[in-house]
């Protein structure tokens, strides 16, 4: 079964702090990675999606990279609107549709 | 991207009682989730519904509790039946764009059960 841990499960940063969210998967052949940003009280916003080791993409102060095992999301120089929680979710080759989401990461940046 | 909307955004409603929750997208898409956030915890998939064909549901979630109607490609609902305190969550949909994996979703619906 897709397994996928998030940590930490509460993060808090100075503002202009930079640091890593992590996400480890394990999952019968990975199709594709997926960040979402959720605020609360509001769906999940897509960030990122993410199909092989080595890859990287990036958006504003963030920054996604993906290996085997892992992916990162660097949070360089943050800002206290990027306080939200971070979810993972990871899609699978046996042919199902499903997302399946780690518990997540919630930032909090301080002023 | 795609613009996806929900009704209602919350409800309070009594144990026994049903809720229909109602997605609307703004273009036509193929494939439509429905998901469940209990609280503090991640997005659990319900089941998946294809226009014109039947929901296809997760282990765990069964068509008497979550009976769910696919109309044409841009509408879904959701139903919650004969609710308990258990139930209370946020209900949300998704849409798959097709040929990109990637999922967008709607601003979910907060239910609580008393």
């Known amino acids: 079964e897709d397994q996928v841990t998030q940590s930490p499960e509460a993060l808090r940063l100075q503002e202009g702090e930079s640091s890593s969210l992590n996400c480890s998967y394990t999952v019968s052949g990975l199709r594709g990675l997926f960040w979402y940003r959720q605020d609360p009280g509001k769906g999940p916003e897509f960030l990122f999606t993410?199909?092989?080791a080595g890859e990287e993409k990036e958006k504003e102060r963030l920054k996604a990279t993906l290996t085997k095992k892992e992916s990162f999301l660097h949070i360089t120089a943050p800002k206290p609107e990027d306080s939200a929680t971070y979810l993972c979710?990871?899609?699978?080759?046996?042919?199902?549709?499903?997302?399946?989401f780690g518990t997540g990461t919630r930032l909090t940046v301080i002023p | 991207s795609a613009v996806i909307s929900q009704k209602p955004s919350r409800d309070i409603c009594q144990r026994g009682t049903s809720l229909t929750i109602q997605c609307q997208v703004d273009?036509?898409?193929?494939?439509m989730f429905w998901y469940r956030q209990q609280p503090g915890q991640s997005l659990t998939l319900i089941a998946t519904?294809?226009?014109?064909?039947?929901?296809?549901?997760e282990s765990g979630f069964v068509i008497d509790k979550f009976p769910i109607s696919r109309p044409n490609l841009t509408f879904s609902t959701l139903t919650v039946s004969n609710m308990s305190p258990e139930d209370s969550s946020i209900y949300l949909c998704s849409v798959d764009r097709g040929g990109t994996d990637t999922q967008y979703f709607g601003p979910g619906t907060r239910l609580t059960v008393l």
């Open positions: 979710a990871v899609h699978d080759q046996t042919g199902a549709n499903n997302l399946f």
């Open positions: 993410l199909y092989s």
């Open positions: 273009s036509q898409v193929t494939m």
């Open positions: 519904a294809n226009q014109g064909s039947e929901a296809t549901y």
